[in-house]
């Protein structure tokens, strides 16, 4: 018996464009199409293809999303508040309706759901875009795993106390192969720590 196997699929302003121009057509039936004041997440977030270089290019992709997204949510606030207009001009309030009202959060559930859902698309963008731009300016982060950081401090208790030679610490490798004391200047600056002896010289 095979299993059937999700896809997910990454929204696109297409498609909130789309939500939007339907959203006229739908009217809440019943009092339970109630929209919260939150957006709820209802799904995992769809992963981007892993970027393994970053260059301008990722970036300018990344900027010309958020343009979009941007532009999807503006898109759907404008029809959210034409359906709070349309729901004013409904009951004949002139002025503030109170947004807790169940039939007028039930009147507007749909256009508002588009815009918190564009809202949080736009909100994605962004982070998207700044991790783009820091790993093009910086470098990707360094990730070290949990044992090397251990292993670390065993050797660096180890040096400043003496009891392992410098050749013995040369030789201490990480998980990658790498050594951890790279060469005898960083040995005797670790006998003799200054304030920032305590961070990980790798």
């Not at 947004?99 to 998207?128: G, I, M, P």
């Not at 990480?174 to 003799?192: N, T, W």
Request: glycine share 2%; aromatic share 6%; hydrophobic share 40%.
């Amino acid at each position: 018996m095979s299993k059937k196997q999700v896809v997910a699929v990454k929204k696109t302003p297409d498609d909130f464009a789309k939500i939007v121009a339907d959203a006229d057509a739908h009217r809440a039936a019943t009092e339970n199409n109630v929209v919260p004041l939150k957006a709820k997440r209802t799904a995992r977030p769809v992963r981007l293809p892993r970027v393994t270089e970053w260059t301008k290019e990722v970036v300018a992709e990344r900027a010309l999303d958020l343009y979009a997204m941007e532009r999807a949510a503006g898109a759907a606030y404008n029809r959210a508040i034409e359906r709070c207009d349309k729901f004013k001009e409904k009951h004949g309030i002139d002025g503030h309706v109170d947004h807790k009202r169940a039939d007028f959060r039930s009147f507007t559930a749909k256009q508002w759901n588009a815009y918190l859902d564009a809202k949080d698309e736009v909100k994605k963008s962004k982070a998207r875009l700044v991790t783009a731009c820091r790993n093009l300016l910086q470098g990707p982060p360094i990730r070290i795993s949990p044992k090397d950081v251990e292993a670390w401090k065993v050797l660096y208790a180890q040096i400043r106390a003496g009891t392992i030679s410098m050749v013995d610490s040369l030789a201490v490798r990480d998980s990658k192969g790498d050594a951890f004391v790279k060469s005898r200047e960083v040995f005797i600056a670790l006998q003799a720590p200054d304030e920032d002896s305590d961070s990980i010289p790798f």
